[in-house]
């Protein structure tokens, strides 16, 4: 491991203030860590900052590894930084859940299958991306007459919730009602969902877990059993191919956000 450094020795290295060094860490440009309540900065990595010279604004930044940079330690005040600092550039609220966030904790879920991160970094990750989806949500409202309803869920063994808030969000933003279940949602939650629920759209499943393929292809089985004719949509990691889709049961899948989005409106202009 290379030596650690202050953020003040830092500044004095880069010739700055030493608020300017701390804008660069909250923000993600420059990767750092609380250690005895300090930020310390690993002398690689501001070698790096040092020869990649990167901008700050640009609506072509590295906005996904600057936001996992703060995820990764829980910064969920510099993590927000990131953000709004995207959505000053251009982003729309949309493509942060798609090309920000979503990258970043698909980054952090592979480097924890190889190792390279423990349990409690990725949980401190998980935790401060559901806290930016909070903040985030409100923007997705739309105004007008909705176009229909929409639940999401998760089956149990999906943990976290942060894919099915997200097809929400973006569903919603289309202009349908969304009504999210979240994660680990049993099946009698879901069918007794679908029971009260009256011209129900679709229902869209977030699974990213693979031990949950089989309790995701229960709740299919039940809610066409109640409903045959309610248009039942599947994303997320563990749902990738066609085959996948087609052992679950589900009348469409997709791969991204913008699927979803499509996979609904289709739905809601088909013939029930």
Known sequence: MSAQLTLHEVAESLNVHYMTVYRYVRLGLLPARKSHGQWR????DLAAFRSEARGTGDADAPW????ESRMMVGDATGAWGVVEAALGAGRTPASIYSEVLAPAMESIGRRWERGEVDVADEHLASAVAMRIVGRLGPRFGRRGRTRGTVLCAMPEGDQHGLGSAMVADVI???????????ANTPLSAVTLAVRRLEDLTALCLSINNS???ERGREIVAAVKEIDPGLVVLAGGRAVRSEDAATRLGVDGWGTTLADAVDLVEAAATADR
């Open 41 to 44: 900065v690993e002398q690689a």
């Open 64 to 67: 996904a590894a600057r936001l």
């Open 172 to 182: 919603r933003a289309a202009g349908f009602e969304t009504l999210d279940l979240g």
């Open 211 to 213: 031990q949950a393929v």
